[in-house]
């Protein structure tokens, strides 16, 4: 099964990318939620804590995969 977004990816490998997509998530997330749209601010929060959780479960020094 395909994954919408691979986060295993060399993309994310460099730490200031992972902090980046994290913190960008959130803060729209928390922006979301100042605006009224509860729900968009779950979905966002909710991707920025999926990310968070793993990026730090993942070890990127394997270099690429496959």
């Not at 779950?42 to 070890?59: N, Q, Y």
């Amino acid at each position: 099964m395909r994954k919408l977004i691979d986060l295993e990816d060399p993309f994310f490998a460099p730490p200031w990318i992972r902090v980046a997509v994290v913190l960008v998530s959130g803060l729209w997330g928390l922006f979301e939620l100042s605006q009224g749209a509860v729900m968009w601010a779950v979905i966002f929060l909710g991707v920025s804590a999926v990310c968070a959780w793993r990026f730090t479960t993942i070890d990127y020094s394997d270099g690429p995969k496959g």
